[in-house]
C-alpha cells in the first residue's frame, strides 16, 4: 500500500515538476516576446503619438514597422494587445493583432502547439495566460494614464496551466516586465 | 506473532519510513528548485528594467554620459510585485571601466562605463541575481 502511494505521488510530482518547469521558460519566452514587440513601437512616429489607447488590461500603439512582414514600411500601423478567451482549453491567450488582423504563424492556430521560430515573427498568440495589467510610466518614471507622456509599460503577466492529474489545482506562475518604448525616448533625444 | 516476526515487521517500518523521509526531502528540494527558478527569471527581468531605463535616458539625453555614476552608483530600489507577494532589493553600482568591463579607477580616462545591478530580498531566492552592462560615449 505504502509503494503504492509512493509511485503514484512520484508520477504526481514528477509531472508538475515538468510542467511547472516548462512554465517557467514559457513565461520568460513570453515576456521577452512582449518586451521586443515594444522595442520596435513608435518607430516613425513623433514620441508623443506613440500610444493610441492605455489602459489597464489592453493597449494599442502605433508604428511603421510592420511585424506581419518584419520590415520597415512607409504606412503607419496600430498594433493592439489584449487578453481573449482561448481558442481551446489552452486557457486564455494574450491576442496579438496589426491593423486588426490577428498576427499569426500557422503552426499556432492549426496544431496549437507552441513553435518557438524568432522574436521578431510569430506572436499572434501568447497562450496560458490567465491576466495581464498594464501600468504606464511617464519619462521621469512617474505612474501617468496621459497618452501622450507615455514612454514606457510596466505590465504583470499571470499565466495558468492545468495539470495533467488534478485539474482542480492549476499551475500558476506570473512575471513583471517593464518595456520602455525606446523609440520614443530616441525621438526625445534627437 | 512471534519474537522474530514481531523485529522484522519493525525492520520494515523502519525502512519503509526512511524511504519516506528521503522522497520527501526530495520533494521539498526540487520545489525549492522550481521556485528559485522562477525567481531567478523574475530578477533576470528586474536587471533589465534598470538597464534598459540607463538605455533610455541616455538616448533622450535625459542622462548624460558623465553623469551615470553619480545617478546610479550605489542607488537602491526596492519592488513590490503584488501578484508574486514578494520584495525584491535592487543594489545598482556604476563605475568606469574599460572595453572588457574590467573596473577602473573613478579618475580614469574611458569611453566606457559598467553598470551593476544586483537583485536579492525573497527568501527562495538561493543567490543574488546579478548582471551588468557597458555603455559607451558616442558623441553622437
Known amino acids: ?190 | 506473532m512471534n519474537m522474530m516476526e514481531m523485529v522484522l515487521a519493525l525492520f520494515a517500518v523502519i525502512l519503509f519510513s526512511s524511504v519516506a523521509l528521503s522522497y520527501n526531502q526530495a520533494i521539498w528540494r526540487q520545489t525549492d528548485y522550481l521556485f528559485n527558478a522562477q525567481l531567478v527569471v523574475q530578477c533576470n527581468h528586474l536587471c533589465h528594467e534598470v538597464l534598459d531605463e540607463v538605455d533610455a535616458k541616455l538616448f533622450s539625453k535625459q542622462l548624460g554620459f558623465d553623469n551615470i555614476i553619480s545617478t546610479y552608483n550605489n542607488k537602491t530600489r526596492s519592488v513590490t510585485i503584488a501578484s508574486q507577494s514578494e520584495t525584491y532589493n535592487l543594489l545598482i553600482k556604476a563605475a568606469v571601466c574599460d572595453s572588457f568591463g574590467v573596473v577602473m579607477p573613478a579618475d580614469s580616462l574611458s569611453l566606457f562605463r559598467r553598470v551593476d545591478v544586483s537583485v536579492s530580498g525573497p527568501p527562495a531566492l538561493k543567490r543574488p541575481v546579478n548582471m551588468y552592462r557597458l555603455y559607451t560615449r558616442t558623441y553622437m
Open chain 1, 1 to 190: 500500500m505504502m509503494l503504492f502511494t509512493f509511485s503514484t505521488q512520484l508520477t504526481e510530482t514528477a509531472q508538475r515538476a515538468i510542467y511547472t518547469s516548462t512554465m517557467i521558460d514559457y513565461m520568460d519566452q513570453a515576456g521577452s516576446k512582449v518586451n521586443a514587440l515594444i522595442a520596435l513601437a513608435g518607430i516613425g512616429i513623433p514620441a508623443d503619438d506613440v500610444v493610441k489607447t492605455a489602459l489597464s488590461d489592453r493597449m494599442e500603439f502605433r508604428t511603421m514597422w510592420s511585424y506581419d512582414l518584419d520590415v520597415l514600411t512607409p504606412d503607419e500601423h496600430i498594433i493592439e494587445l489584449k487578453v481573449e478567451p482561448g481558442i481551446s482549453d489552452l486557457g486564455e491567450v494574450i491576442a496579438i493583432r496589426q491593423d486588426g488582423v490577428l498576427l499569426t504563424n500557422p503552426a499556432y492556430v492549426d496544431s496549437l502547439t507552441y513553435v518557438e521560430s524568432g522574436l521578431v515573427k510569430y506572436y499572434g498568440y501568447i497562450l496560458f495566460v490567465e491576466s495581464m495589467r498594464f501600468k504606464y510610466f511617464d519619462k521621469n518614471d512617474a505612474i501617468t494614464n496621459n497618452k501622450p507622456d507615455i514612454r514606457s509599460a510596466g505590465i504583470e503577466l499571470g499565466f495558468k496551466r492545468d495539470s495533467v492529474g488534478l485539474v482542480s489545482r492549476p499551475l500558476r506562475t506570473s512575471l513583471y516586465i517593464r518595456c520602455f518604448f525606446m523609440n520614443s525616448y530616441m525621438r526625445m533625444g534627437a
